[in-house]
């Protein structure tokens, strides 16, 4: 560690790096047939969100009965055009493999079949009547146009670590300090069960199905890859107000005690990313992250010599 006596926000590379990262309660899921006609493929990423267990009076039925902990969003989602067919062929095979038998073996042979079947419909589309268009030649717009996209996030645990790999394993590992794996965390439950319930609004009249996450599913399970796909990474350099829970201060620079209970940290070193955020939002962090990235500019703008 580098010990020092300057002046400015205080970073305090310490045992605590590495230490309160938290995926945000990420989550993203699809919905194969949806009884109106969408379009995930144009205009603004998301249109619309909700917000559940939440304890704001404007939107909460009763806040009383209200577990702050429970909290998350669902937005809708757009994807990008060059992913459509990834997409539209993507989940109904998963929703077929997850539909069948387990076991590792059933997986392989439920793979081969539906490659065989597409090839052979590929083949057969060619010969079939010529005045009708077959599927194979649908846009990416046609692919995907009863089919939703919704991702989430919500209040996770927030005790992941980074630690460097040992041999045999990337340079960058992590793991949860509470011994679970980061699907297990209690949110995500929470998470499927709202997207149940937008599953039977969402659905045709009779038809029922569920939300599938294409890297949390039987199959993923049956392969032992289940993993959450995060797009908001937080912690890592969290927040504090002594060393021995943080790395950084909240930039309180006129307290002496705070800037000793810091010390040591390293001279002109800031961090204004989302690594300084001390917990899961469960919602979009990106306001957040430009709102302290503007303090912090403030802050460095403030130390320069007049």
Not at 26 to 49: H, K, M, N
């Amino acid at each position: 560690m580098l010990r020092s006596k300057a002046k400015g926000t205080l970073v305090n590379l310490s045992d605590k790096t590495g230490f309160g990262f938290s995926t945000n309660g990420d989550y993203v899921a699809f919905l194969d047939e949806t009884a109106e006609r969408t379009s995930i493929l144009r205009g603004p990423v998301t249109t619309s969100f909700g917000h559940f267990n939440t304890t704001d009076p404007k939107t909460a039925s009763d806040p009383s009965q209200v577990d702050p902990m429970k909290f998350h969003t669902l937005e809708d989602q757009g994807i990008p055009p060059a992913l459509a067919t990834l997409v539209g062929v993507g989940e109904p095979f998963i929703r077929s493999l997850a539909a069948g038998k387990r076991g590792l073996w059933w997986v392989v042979v439920a793979a081969l079949r539906f490659g065989l079947r597409r090839l052979g419909h590929y083949w057969t589309a060619f010969w079939n009547n010529f005045r009708q268009r077959q599927d194979i030649f649908e846009s990416e717009d046609e692919i995907t146009n009863k089919m939703m996209c919704v991702v989430a996030m919500g209040r996770e645990a927030s005790v992941g670590q980074f630690r460097l790999g040992g041999p045999g394993e990337t340079p960058l590992r992590i793991s949860r300090t509470d011994g679970k794996k980061f699907h297990e965390d209690p949110i995500y439950d929470e998470i499927r069960n709202s997207l149940a319930r937008l599953e039977r609004v969402l659905s045709p009249a009779g038809k029922q199905q569920e939300f599938q996450n294409p890297f949390f599913n039987p199959v993923t399970k049956e392969l032992k890859a289940e993993s959450i796909a995060l797009s908001h990474p937080l912690g890592g350099c969290i927040m504090a107000s002594d060393a021995s829970r943080g790395v950084v201060d909240h930039m309180e620079t006129s307290s002496i005690k705070r800037r000793q209970a810091l010390d040591p940290f390293y001279e002109g070193l800031y961090i204004a990313d989302a690594s300084i955020i001390p917990t899961a939002l469960g919602v979009n962090p990106s306001l957040t992250i430009s709102a302290l990235s503007l303090r912090i500019a403030d802050q460095i703008i403030g130390e320069l010599p007049a």
